[in-house]
């Protein structure tokens, strides 16, 4: 276990620097910079500011610069919000994305293996058809439609709930962002521990224990569970990145100050560190992902503690 | 088997009706009628009402639709042809090859992808082609794990085998054997990437980065009637509603094709 | 009374029949043995009384008075965790892979209301069965195990309980040919010591013969006959009973006439196979070292060994349709070239025959373009029409009706499909074959017929066989001389009569003892 955990380390580190200098290559890339816009800069001042965040270098020396601070957890001056550094902005924003994205995975794994292991144990009767029915219904279910529809039902309509904004400390602001982004997921974790219980459930080891006269429900929990959440734990890598990105959207629709809405103002606006550390670091937070996944594997079935 | 039928059918209404419906309408998606903004639903002359400015919403939904299709097919495409063949070649070929080709997909997988759509949209302007060249070029990687599953799969069936034995040179072995065989589940996998490319489009055009006025989309028809969702409520529920429609049903019609070549 | 009273069962899934009034009865300490052909009918009827299949029971089913048939899940339930125990065929799948040995015998231990098991006790019902290391496997989880183990330590956990019925479902028909023997043997002990009933499932007339006390016959779910074994066996009253009994080669039949032999044909010498592990560690599996073998004109032979000897790799570097790191081949003193640069010449001298006959078809090609196949390659000479007559004379030869050339393979049975992969590997006209397990794939009586072609046409077109096999018996039926593998060398080699009747070496002792 030990030494796949290192491996995966190992081949994280190309992962994260592939990921920097492709990103960095792109930024690069484009035409126009952080400083055109608002008025013409004379081209003294421009090389003043080039030189300043050492945009005059040649592309190699920059990577270099650039992975060099990085290693030091220095993600470099913020070129548009010019009083913060990107570090600044990031334990900022990541904090209130962290919470969002971390309480909807929570929800949708909660939602989602509830439901399929519903799902499952009444296989083929009318709950089984309707769970499933609604879960292909919420993993079609775009955040950036159900978000602004639920603010018209529950906060303009029936006044439950505020409408946007963050207040720390304040939940009633979370409900709303962290249930619309999370049922996608959970619809997706209801179909995956549906099949995953299903399969398991007619496996050999199955009968077995049942032949033992275990009682049902020690079937599945002792027996079955464990196989049938493989597919669920897989899932956790692609989960986790479309819950960042999802957290963009959320962010915008109820205007919470996370770092997916300085990612897109960034963007928007060239401001290639904060780009660049947003990109890093959530490459970094989805790498740790499929390395949990990996752990959790290993708890599920021994066979893949060997490998 | 049915289920997916009548899914499909229901895409293709949809697909019909967005590609020839529109100039049959008295409006087109971009004029503005001065006499009737924001006209409620089933007034004379806008079955739809209109949106905020006045444009005719059935007009406007209608194109939307035919826009984010036509990315989202041609973006699939584009992930159906190189998924396939990164794919096929990994799986053929086989050994250090292969390794170093699904290396390279496992790091990719890692990307947080719709941040680097994001950055080629910002980086190459907002330019439709490049929209589902983008989306098509992140979203080959599960066609490529899953053709070259299928191919090493079938490399070791035993009619492979046989069709050595039978004198057949690998190019016939591959076209006339494999590929034939990996075609149905890669389908299966054309129609699941649709709804995902769907979804991609909308949300890149969601936050403005997208299909760019006076083109439009539901991703975009969306975002205007969020924005407007509290005066007019159906300026947001019928593109979301078509949107929703067309990914229920092309997820049921592709899941029930991949459990039926599966088992 | 008798133990166990089945009385006019039947079973059914949906509208199909599986079980059609069975009657049959197993008194305290006999062993009974169901046997029948694949889809007769045999584990649903052992199954279905206990709620372990989607079968739906009607009839009578009693143990030790209970009736089993209609009884509620609790009943039945709480009846498997005390009165009866159950072992089943896949032993590799049968364990929940994620608990430990030790923690799988606790729970059968203890669902009869018995007290936690101390670890001496645990390590003592391992030792029973005759695991290895008892102590150690406690605490391991099923996959350290090999096949053999795993089907000990599952018997353990079904008699943990001692119960008063122990019903085995096809124990051994997923072991090793040496393995089967002992586990059987074991079975029977265990039985005796216990006083235990055992109720057991088979394929296997032979193996069923030695242990059972009497044996019910299934066909298509319904008695074909029953009685004590040795009168079944000896002298079947049906003629299903006939069919079966002679479609089970004995190695105490005589020995049929074989072709005569012809010309030393091909001579492989010290080949040797190795597989590269998966992953980035650079370490090679060696499947095959150093082997060697030679085979006549009309001459077969039988390579036989247990699964994983290296058998299969062997034939396939020979014949060179697999990978082969060194060693020479000739055909008729020429050497054979190598795998990629096998011309049409040469593809046309041996042709393959495999195990699995759906997998073995392409399964969008039509059965005419599957046969035509090694004939567009190999017989560019031939024209269109000149293929299409070549497949009809072929089907016929291999006694499928002509209008079989329009079917896709998911419409022919497996042993049609054999049929049809024999006569794709027919139609170049090769002269050697390589079977490899040809007939284990297939139901007995099936088998038995594929066999009797096979026979046929080794008569006729004086074909040499290289034919792999665990089954000695079926080797006897075809072959002039034996080789046993093991662990990737041929450690025996003789005529077939010799190796049969005096093996010299110890594996080959084991596997002729347990033949």
């Known amino acids: ?307 | 088997m049915t289920a997916s039928r009548i899914s499909l059918g229901i895409v293709a209404i949809i697909a019909l009706a967005a590609l020839f419906v529109p100039p049959f309408l008295p409006w087109t998606h971009s004029a503005i009628d001065w006499d009737a903004v924001r006209a409620p639903l089933f007034s004379t002359g806008h079955l739809f009402g209109t949106d905020s400015v006045g444009r005719d919403l059935l007009a406007r939904t209608l194109v939307g639709t035919r826009v984010t299709l036509a990315v989202a097919l041609a973006a699939a495409l584009v992930a159906l042809v190189i998924g396939t063949a990164w794919g096929a070649i990994a799986g053929w070929i086989g050994g250090r090859t292969d390794e170093i080709m699904m290396r390279i997909v496992d790091g990719l997988y890692a990307l947080p992808f719709m941040f680097v759509v994001i950055l080629l949209m910002v980086v190459f302007g907002r330019n439709i082609v490049l929209v589902f060249i983008g989306i098509g070029a992140v979203e080959w990687l599960t066609m490529a794990r899953v053709v070259r599953g299928q191919v090493i799969a079938l490399k070791e069936r035993p009619f492979v085998t046989a069709a050595e034995a039978a004198g057949a040179p690998a190019n016939r072995i591959l076209t006339g054997h494999i590929l034939p065989n990996v075609a149905g589940v890669a389908l299966a996998y054309l129609l699941l990437t649709v709804p995902q490319v769907v979804m991609v489009e909308s949300f890149l055009s969601f936050l403005g980065l997208g299909v760019q006025e006076p083109l439009t989309s539901l991703g975009i028809l969306v975002k205007e009637g969020a924005d407007d969702m509290d005066i007019q409520p159906h300026a947001l529920l019928i593109p979301g509603g078509v949107l929703v429609l067309i990914i229920v049903c092309l997820t049921i019609a592709g899941e029930r094709l991949r459990d039926r070549l599966s088992q | 009374m008798s133990l166990y009273v089945v009385e006019e069962l039947s079973a059914r899934i949906g509208d199909t029949v599986i079980v059609d009034t069975v009657s049959f009865a197993v008194e305290a300490g006999q062993c009974v043995a169901l046997v029948g052909a694949s889809g007769s009918g045999k584990s649903q009827t052992c199954l279905a009384p206990f709620g372990l299949s989607p079968a739906v029971p009607s009839g009578s089913t009693q143990l030790d008075g209970v009736e089993l048939v209609g009884a509620d899940a609790a009943t039945l339930r709480a009846i498997r965790g005390r009165d009866v125990g159950f072992v089943f065929q896949h032993p590799l799948t049968a364990l929940t892979p994620h608990l430990t040995i030790g923690a799988q015998l606790t729970e059968s231990w203890t669902r009869s209301g018995a007290p936690t098991p101390s670890r001496a006790d645990m390590v003592a019902a391992l030792d029973r069965v005759a695991l290895d290391a008892p102590e150690d496997r406690l605490d391991q989880f099923p996959h350290r195990l090999s096949g053999g183990q795993r089907q000990r330590a599952l018997i353990a956990m079904a008699i943990a309980h001692r119960p008063k019925l122990l019903i085995a479902d096809e124990p051994t028909s997923a072991l090793d040919a040496s393995l089967r023997a002992e586990i059987m043997a074991l079975l029977d002990e265990l039985r005796r010591e216990h006083d235990m009933a055992l109720l057991l499932v088979s394929h296997d007339l032979a193996a069923v013969a030695s242990h059972a006390d009497s044996v019910v016959m299934l066909r298509d779910g319904r008695v074909e006959e029953s009685g004590p074994a040795a009168d079944i066996l000896a002298a079947p009253r049906s003629d299903y009973g006939r069919a079966l009994v002679a479609a089970t080669p004995k190695l105490a039949d005589s020995a049929p006439a074989l072709p005569e032999t012809g010309a030393p044909l091909l001579h492989a010498e010290n080949v040797s196979v190795s597989f590269r592990r998966p992953g980035w560690r650079r370490d090679r599996l060696q499947a095959v070292s150093g082997a060697s073998l030679a085979l006549a004109e009309g001459e077969a032979l039988a390579l036989v060994g247990g699964s994983g000897s290296g058998k299969s790799t062997l034939a396939r570097a020979i014949a060179r349709l697999g990978p082969l790191d060194t060693g020479t081949v000739r055909w008729r003193s020429e050497p054979l070239p190598e795998r990629k640069r096998m011309t049409t010449h040469h593809r046309r001298l041996i042709q393959p025959v495999f195990q699995d006959p759906v997998a073995s078809l392409d399964p969008q090609w039509r059965v005419s373009d599957i046969i035509a196949e090694p004939l567009k390659h190999l017989r560019p000479d031939l024209a269109e029409w000149g293929r299409a007559g070549a497949v009809k004379q072929l089907l016929q030869e291999v006694d499928l009706p002509a209008d079989f050339a329009d079917r896709f393979p998911r419409e022919l049975s497996g042993g049609q499909a054999q049929r049809v992969a024999i006569a794709r590997a027919l139609a170049v006209e090769p002269e050697m074959l390589l079977l490899d397990e040809a007939t284990s794939a297939l139901d007995v009586l099936v088998a038995g017929r594929v066999l009797d072609l096979l026979e046929k046409l080794q008569h006729e077109r004086d074909l040499a066989l290289l034919f792999i096999t665990h089954d000695l018996a079926v080797a006897k039926r075809l072959c002039h001389r034996i080789a046993v593998m093991d662990a990737g060398q041929i450690i025996e080699e003789g005529p077939t009569e010799q190796i049969i009747t005096a093996p010299a070496h110890p594996i080959t002792q084991k596997l002729v003892a347990a033949s």
């Open chain 1, 1 to 307: 276990m030990g030494a796949l955990l290192f491996r995966r380390l190992l081949t994280a580190i190309p992962t994260l620097l592939g990921v920097v200098i492709l990103s960095f290559v792109l930024m690069r890339l484009a035409p126009g910079g952080p400083f055109d816009g608002e008025r013409a800069l004379d081209d003294d001042t421009r090389a003043a500011l080039d030189a300043a965040y050492g945009l005059d270098l040649p592309l190699g020396e920059q990577i270099a610069l650039y992975v060099g601070r990085l290693i030091r957890g220095d993600f470099g001056p913020s070129l548009v919000y010019r009083d913060f550094t990107v570090s600044e902005l990031i334990a900022q924003g990541l904090p209130v994305s962290l919470t969002i994205g971390g309480l909807a995975l929570l929800l949708a794994c909660a939602l989602g293996m509830g439901g399929g292991l519903g799902a499952a144990v009444r296989a083929g009767r009318w709950q089984d058809e309707a769970i499933m029915g609604l879960a292909t219904l919420l993993t079609a279910l775009p955040v950036f439609v159900t978000g602004p529809l639920f603010v018209l039902i529950f906060a303009l309509g029936l006044g439950w709930l505020p409408v946007s904004g963050w207040e720390p400390g304040s939940p009633s602001h979370l409900v709303l962002p962290v249930v619309a982004l999370s049922l996608p997921f959970a619809g997706a974790i209801a179909k995956l521990t549906r099949a995953g219980l299903a399969k398991a459930l007619n496996e050999d080891h199955v009968r077995t224990a049942r032949a033992r006269g275990l009682a049902e429900r020690q079937v599945i929990a002792r027996h079955a569970l464990r196989p049938a959440l493989v597919p669920v734990a897989s899932y956790l890598g692609p989960a986790a990145a479309g819950l960042l990105t999802g957290a963009v959207i959320i962010e915008t629709v109820f205007a919470l100050p996370g770092l997916g809405r300085y990612f897109v103002q960034g963007a928007l606006n060239r401001d290639y560190p904060l780009v660049l550390g947003v990109v890093t670091l959530y490459a970094g937070l989805i790498i740790l992902f499929n390395l949990v996944a990996d752990l959790i594997y290993g708890w599920l079935d021994p066979r893949m503690r060997a490998e």
